[in-house]
T-cell receptor, first 117, second 113 residues
Framework: GAVVSQHPSRVICKSGTSVKIECRSLDFQATTMFWYRQFPKKSLMLMATSNEGSKATYEQGVEKDKFLINHASLTLSTLTVTSAHPEDSSFYIC?????????????FGEGSRLTVL | AQTVTQSQPEMSVQEAETVTLSCTYDTSESDYYLFWYKQPPSRQMILVIRQEAYKQQNATENRFSVNFQKAAKSFSLKISDSQLGDAAMYFCAYRYNAGKSTFGDGTTLTVKP
């Protein structure tokens, strides 16, 4: 199956610093990637849709200035948590869609655990 | 807005037995996709099975099968001959527009040896 890789898998940072998380589709081109946030034993909450070459589309309630998303190539999307605070601590997951539209198959990254001290 | 409800936060099954995880959803659309994903302790989500709403036949993948009741908006997952490796959190998901998926809250499945 297709592989999507996230890096780093774990990151600890101090409050006020910025953290970048990368999501790569290793064996297919993904025009669309999605970023989710997951709290312990909870569902995935969609944060934004990342489209290659254009601005990300954020879900309601997600601060676009805090969670910067860049999708500069067909295999890489990045999520930057700016001026991170302890409440931003969470598990962040990306997915990449192979194929077009609603029928395209989603492949998920391994997730990144962010801890803000 | 579309919603997905998994009413069973936790389920357990004896190894080699069968277990059914329930999922209901709410939508006004007629053409959509439904999915079951598995998230083991390693945390990477993997697709278990998918169902196209326009297909009446229930999807099956080896030991995994679904009972899709479109009128009732129900989409349950049956795991036959449960194995220890099936232990994970299972998410039901709905997808309609632009590939955005709505996930249920998940069901944690424990498999007892």
């Amino acid at each position: 199956g297709a592989v999507v890789s996230q890096h780093p898998s774990r990151v600890i940072c101090k409050s006020g610093t910025s953290v970048k998380i990368e999501c790569r589709s290793l064996d297919f081109q993904a025009t669309t990637m999605f970023w989710y946030r997951q709290f312990p034993k909870k569902s995935l909450m969609l944060m934004a849709t990342s489209n290659e070459g254009s601005k990300a589309t954020y879900e309601q309630g997600v601060e676009k200035d805090k969670f910067l998303i860049n999708h500069a190539s067909l295999t890489l999307s990045t999520l930057t948590v700016t001026s991170a605070h302890p409440e931003d601590s969470s598990f962040y997951i990306c997915s990449a869609r192979r194929g077009l539209g609603v029928a395209g198959e989603l492949f998920f990254g391994e997730g990144s655990r962010l801890t803000v001290l | 807005a579309q919603t997905v409800t998994q009413s069973q936060p936790e389920m357990s099954v004896q190894e080699a037995e069968t277990v059914t995880l329930s999922c209901t959803y709410d939508t006004s659309e007629s053409d959509y996709y439904l999915f079951w994903y598995k998230q083991p302790p390693s945390r990477q989500m993997i697709l278990v099975i998918r169902q196209e709403a326009y297909k009446q036949q229930n999807a099956t993948e080896n030991r995994f099968s679904v009972n899709f009741q479109k009128a009732a908006k129900s989409f349950s997952l049956k795991i036959s001959d449960s194995q220890l490796g099936d232990a994970a959190m299972y998410f039901c998901a709905y997808r309609y527009n632009a590939g955005k998926s709505t996930f249920g809250d998940g069901t944690t499945l424990t498999v007892k040896p």
